[in-house]
């Protein structure tokens, strides 16, 4: 048990009616799903952007899950009881924010607002989803919440990354000024069944081109490294920290670093491929180096990832190739 876990009686499955924005995305539908496992009803608000209905499918007849078709940049209520205020509504992956970044932006400054306004006016324990973006193309190696990251606030990557890093600051705004009960979760990359084949990220990329037998494209001469994190656990870090008082930012991630060149290669093993890989450009203000560091996670969450590498990629290539979705190749 966490040193800051919530006393008995207000932690755990006491937070009984949980809000969550972005919940028909990937993470955030893993997410309501384990509220829902866990005895808790939930408000999913979303307006579809980068999610689907499609990941929320088998929760929309039950009967402590309800589902708002809302953009979150304007201001929307949740009537009743709310105890719990999971933010996560914000495009993610780098072609879905390259594609809207004034919405990017909009979703971290007034979306964010609206969420931690409906925190504040209900009493609920408010949990952002930040990012290791906020850390930049890091210049310190594993990285701690403590490092204050190396970010270009005009490259093409700043609309995520100033979102974030301004969604952390409103977040620490509102717990000072109106002394709301918050949260800030740090994700580092997540993986898993859910996720968009067409969203970018490394992972649905590298299993889509396998499946299809088509050339595995990595970026760069693909030395650059990642952490991945399944997101059963992503899911349990989030929710360890929603169940604590802790305050202060939380890395959420794996610390098992990878090249993207022996990612390729692990994918292509488990699927069986035999496809080539071909090194593409990489996109600008890439991060060379992405590790965290979650001693803190350990510490006051009593967290860290379960899920190896080769389980996580196994259930998720499963999971796309049942999915079958191969159609945009
Ligand atoms: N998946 C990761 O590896 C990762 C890493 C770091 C941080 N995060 C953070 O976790 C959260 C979820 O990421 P994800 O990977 O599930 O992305 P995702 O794109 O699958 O999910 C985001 C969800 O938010 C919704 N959304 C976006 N803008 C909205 C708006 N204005 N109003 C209402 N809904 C809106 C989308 O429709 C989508 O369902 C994001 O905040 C992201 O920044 C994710």
């Known amino acids: 048990m966490s040193h800051t876990a919530r006393p008995e009686g207000l932690s755990g499955h006491t937070a009984k009616r949980a809000v969550v924005t ?7 539908s893993h997410l309501c799903r384990a509220l829902l496992a866990a005895g808790d009803s939930v408000v999913c608000v979303d307006n579809l952007s980068t999610g689907r209905l499609r990941n929320i499918a088998d929760l929309l007849d039950h009967r402590r899950f309800t589902f708002l078709d809302a953009d979150i940049v304007e201001p929307f209520s949740v009537s009743d009881q709310v105890d719990l205020v999971l933010h996560l509504a914000c495009p993610a992956s780098p072609p879905d924010y390259f594609r809207m970044p004034v919405a990017t932006l909009r979703a971290g400054g007034h979306g964010t607002y609206n969420a931690l306004c409906l925190a504040r006016d209900t009493g609920a324990r408010f949990v952002i989803t930040s990012t290791s973006e906020v850390y930049g193309d890091p210049l310190v190696h594993p990285q701690r919440e403590d490092y204050w990251g190396n970010v270009n606030p005009v490259g093409p990557r700043a609309c995520y990354d100033e979102s974030k890093r301004f969604s952390e600051a409103l977040t620490v705004a509102f717990r000072d000024e109106y002394g709301v009960d918050t949260g800030i979760a740090r994700l580092f990359n997540s993986y898993g069944p859910d996720m968009r084949d067409d969203d970018g990220r490394v992972v649905p990329t590298f299993i889509k081109q396998a499946l299809a037998g088509k050339p595995l494209t990595v970026m760069g001469d693909g030395s650059q490294t990642r952490s991945l994190c399944y997101v059963s656990d992503t899911v349990r870090g989030i929710l360890a920290l929603a169940r ?7 890395n959420i991630g794996n610390p098992h670093e990878i090249t993207m060149r022996e990612l390729a290669e692990y994918v292509l093993g488990l699927t069986g491929g035999h496809s080539p890989v071909h090194y593409v450009e990489a996109r600008p203000d890439d991060p060379q180096r992405r590790r965290p560091d979650i001693g803190r996670a350990r510490r006051v969450l009593d967290w860290e990832p379960e899920v190896r ?21």
């Open 22 to 28: 972005g919940g028909a995305g990937f993470v955030g």
């Open 244 to 250: 604590s008082c802790e305050t202060s930012p939380v």
């Open 309 to 329: 590498l080769f389980d996580g990629l196994k259930e998720t290539i499963a999971a796309f190739a049942l999915a079958g979705d191969l159609s945009a190749v």
